[in-house]
């Protein structure tokens, strides 16, 4: 949907599916970024590798920061909405791989994976308010994305150490 659609009368439900559809990429990538930080210690123990933990959050930035503009070509050039779909499986590959991993070095990579993925989900999502709202209306649009950023940021080392202390720290990644 354009932001002529969207002026031109679009039904209010479907504008607000679509664009809760857009925010769900962008929340599960930001709560992920900071999920596990909770749980190092604890991943630490079960996996070995103390020293290499801080990979855990490192692998994932690092692999999101390094792909994000690579993202943002892509979509100009096979449309946002494939290649957040693509972005979308490799994010869920990489969780899967997580919560499955045997060793650290293992876990590791499957954070960069996520990483690859995560980083399609933030860039394209904002692209595609880009698409979905006016100029005019981009400024508050872009302050609901802010907002459910920095609500997943906050949340996920909250859920990440509730779940930490009474659960097991796999079902978080996957």
Known sequence: MSAIARDAGAPATTFGALFSAVMLPMFLAAVDQTLLAAATPRIARDLGG??????????????????????????DRYGRRNVLFGALAMFVLGSLACGLAPTMHTLIAARVLQGLGGGGLMVLCQALIGELVSPAERPKYQGYFAAVFTVSSVGGPVIGGVVANHGDWRWRSS
């Open 50 to 75: 103390l020293a290499d933990t801080s990979w855990i959050a490192v692998g994932y930035l690092l692999a999101a920061t390094i792909v994000a503009p690579v993202y943002g070509r892509l979509g």
